[in-house]
């Protein structure tokens, strides 16, 4: 399996964020200053993942899971729940993503699958 | 959301903080009153300046639907035995408002994140549940 590369992932999670318009790229470059590159990065990843698999607002996205083969793990009790915030898909995808070598940061999981396992055949 | 009187409308916003756009001359009543509606409604820096061209076509566009559905209400939706006009006029009105709004971020779907993304039929985990349904 292949190193899996976070940082080149999370860059390219705050590159697709910012070109989303003008105020998306301020509202990163204020959240590096205020909380450092890391957390405005992984805030970068999980509103392109949110976007891109089209979740609803309370579905958690693959980047915010903590382990992929226990999803529960670390999500506090205020999370809606396993039947509707998509916690056991979100961990299914992080598994198939990790897998394949895929950062869990990834601002397109989907595509970034796809190509892994065109690179795969 | 009721309409506001022009009384109301006259009133001077006392806590203005940033300033929000204010009506073209150009628009008639009615679609003034959707301008004064819309823009108080939302935050003052939703709009800039710039997104004024769309928000007047915005307008005029809810105006013309509003006049459109008042007119359907009360002649009906066939008269002499014929399709009422305003039934088309209604149609081209409401989806001048669906591309705008999208644009002007008024829908839900616009409005969370800043998202200028296509919408798909169903979610990739809507999708991935259904695939494990059918396992």
């Known amino acids: ?121 | 959301m009721p309409r506001r009187s022009s009384a109301d409308l006259s009133v001077i916003q006392l806590n203005a903080g940033a300033s929000r756009l204010r009506p073209p001359a150009s628009l008639s009543e009615a679609e003034r009153t959707v301008f004064v509606d819309l823009v108080s409604t939302n935050k003052p820096e939703h709009f800039q300046p710039s997104d004024m061209p769309l928000l007047v076509r915005y307008c005029e566009a809810t105006a013309l639907g509003d006049l459109a559905a008042e007119h359907l209400r009360t002649e009906g939706a066939v008269i002499g035995g014929r399709p009422s006009p305003w039934i088309v006029v209604q149609e081209k009105a409401v989806r001048s408002m669906l591309g705008l709004s999208m644009r002007l971020r008024l829908s839900p779907q616009a409005r969370a994140p800043n998202n200028p993304s296509r919408q798909r039929a169903t979610s990739a985990y809507e999708r991935l549940r259904l695939t494990d349904d059918r396992d």
């Open chain 1, 1 to 121: 399996m292949t190193e899996i590369d976070d940082r080149a992932a999370l860059k390219l999670a705050i590159e697709t964020y910012s070109a989303w318009d003008i105020g998306c790229a301020e509202q990163i470059k204020a959240l590096m200053r205020r909380d450092g590159w890391p957390r405005a990065a992984v805030f970068a990843a999980s509103c392109c993942q949110s976007d891109v698999l089209d979740l609803k607002p309370w579905q958690i996205p693959p980047c915010h899971i903590l382990n992929a083969d226990n999803p529960d793990d670390g999500l506090g009790p205020d999370q809606p729940g396993p039947a509707s915030d998509g916690r056991h898909q979100a961990a299914q995808l992080l598994r198939r993503m990790l897998a394949l070598g895929v950062s869990k940061y990834h601002p397109d999981p989907l595509a970034a699958i796809e190509a892994a396992e065109k690179r795969a055949r």
